[in-house]
């Protein structure tokens, strides 16, 4: 067990005089005393605002409410605390009320593709099931602050089982997200009821479990947790560091876990302007992620969601970090850096230009250090004349199905069966949908 700090003993003896140890390392003590207003934070923290800051924190939690972890708060530098990234992930700021003229409701169209509570059903083959509005600590810039700690509520099992019911009756869904607020503040029999129900489904290939709870509450990932969730593999589980002063003896004890439970790791950090826009920053956080069997799966270019404007950084700066990352260090520790597209059209990944020019047979490449080179394709290579008809495919040894999978928008354009020439949107979405 991780060492209890001087700084967090003090933070429990404040929050209960005969509080220590046990306590501080008990996952509902510490959600139980969450911190959610600002005279309490104060009496924890030690920092101390300015009569006119505090009317406009309170403006500010009116509408997006604050919840903070006595263990992330202990975690804070309140001696430096206006520059501190974990503050400012934390800690409501005043331009939250500031509405800028890019920002949307719901930037990524959740709410439109919802054949069930909760449930986003937008491409063909995977779903997002929001199962929980409770998170252990409201991130300043979540993309779901619409809803996040609007109401923290754990839906109920007949709402829930609408979800699954949907899933149930719709084969080609292989793989669903379970995200919110935090899964993992599901109670463990819920969470049990939950997966159990969702692997009696035969087409239903891998779960993945979206969580903060590494970073916000570690001491949730219990032997008893990492045991329930060991019975659902394959089961992928993606948190969220976005800092490396995040990756904590406490947090890395907590990875180790649910490594050692089996369960594959990723980890999608938010670009955020004044917390991690920074190559030297985001390079120590991802090596601190694979050191702990985490794979640094997505850098996200902050949305466009209502009381972000702050956080965001231009596109320029992502690509500006992927070239201090690509070459620099192991492939595998490199996050793809996505935009996630303003209503509803999914991720997409950009990366820095390495494709200089291209001839027939030849294609002029640039490296990370910016040498030139030639590639000579292949003048001998002949592509797979199948008309997508796996049955009688040389290359296929099983299972591969063309039917399955239609060939969609780029990739139906560049098929050899086909002699489509251009492809369209097929669904148009109203601004004022997105905006409201
Ligand atoms: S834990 Fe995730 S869902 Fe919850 S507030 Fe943070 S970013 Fe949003």
Redesign the pocket.
């Known amino acids: 067990m991780a060492l209890f700090k001087e700084k967090q003993k003090q933070v429990a003896r404040s929050i209960e005089p005969g509080a220590g140890e046990a306590q501080w390392y008990d996952w509902e003590w510490q959600l139980k005393h969450s911190v959610r207003d600002n005279i309490t934070f104060e009496k924890l923290s030690g920092i101390h605002f300015e009569e006119e800051e505090k009317a406009v924190i309170e403006k500010t939690i009116k509408k997006f409410p604050l919840c903070i972890t006595p263990y992330y708060l202990s975690l804070l530098d309140s001696a430096n605390y206006r520059d501190d990234p974990l503050f400012k992930q934390a800690f409501p700021s005043p331009p939250e009320l500031v509405i800028d003229s890019a920002d949307m409701m719901d930037p990524l169209q959740e709410d439109l593709d919802c054949p069930a509570p909760g449930l986003t059903h937008r491409y063909p083959d995977r779903v997002l099931f929001l199962v929980s509005n409770a998170?252990?600590?409201?991130?300043r810039?979540?993309?779901?602050?619409r809803k996040?700690?609007a109401e923290n509520y754990i839906p109920s099992r007949s709402l829930v089982a609408k979800g699954i019911e949907y899933i149930e009756k719709t084969p080609q869904i292989r793989d669903v997200l379970l995200?919110?607020?935090?899964p993992l503040l599901l109670p463990d029999d819920y969470l049990d009821w939950l997966l159990t129900r969702l692997r009696r489904i035969p087409h239903l290939e891998i779960i993945r479990i979206?969580t903060?709870i590494p970073v916000?509450l570690p001491f949730r990932i219990t032997d008893n947790l990492v045991n329930i969730l060991k019975k659902y593999h394959p089961l992928w589980i993606n948190t969220?560091f976005n800092h490396p002063r995040e990756m904590t003896p406490e947090a890395a004890e907590a990875l180790g876990k649910l490594a050692d439970g089996g369960f594959p790791l990723g980890n999608q950090s938010v670009l955020l302007a004044g917390i991690n826009d920074c190559p030297h920053i985001m390079r120590k956080l991802v090596h601190l992620l694979v050191q702990h069997r985490v794979r640094p799966y997505y850098l996200y270019q902050c949305d466009l969601s209502e009381g972000l404007s702050h956080f965001r950084t231009p596109v320029s700066k992502g690509i500006e970090i992927l070239e201090h990352l690509i070459g620099h260090t192991s492939g595998f520790t490199v996050p793809t850096f996505v935009v996630d597209n303003p209503g509803g059209g999914g991720k997409i990944p950009l990366i820095p230009n390495y494709l200089l020019s291209w001839s027939p047979g030849k294609v002029v490449l640039r490296n990370y250090l910016g040498g030139v080179s030639v590639y000579k394709e292949p003048g001998s290579y002949r592509p797979p004349k199948c008309g997508d008809n796996c049955n009688q495919c040389r290359l296929e040894t099983g299972g591969a199905n063309a039917d399955e999978y239609p060939r969609e928008g780029i990739a139906h354009l560049l098929s050899g069966s086909d002699n489509t020439l251009a492809a369209r949107p097929t669904k148009i979405v109203p601004l004022e949908k997105i905006k409201n």
């Open positions: 998170c252990a600590l409201y991130c810039h979540c993309t779901r602050k996040v700690g995200s919110g607020g935090d979206g903060r916000a969220h």
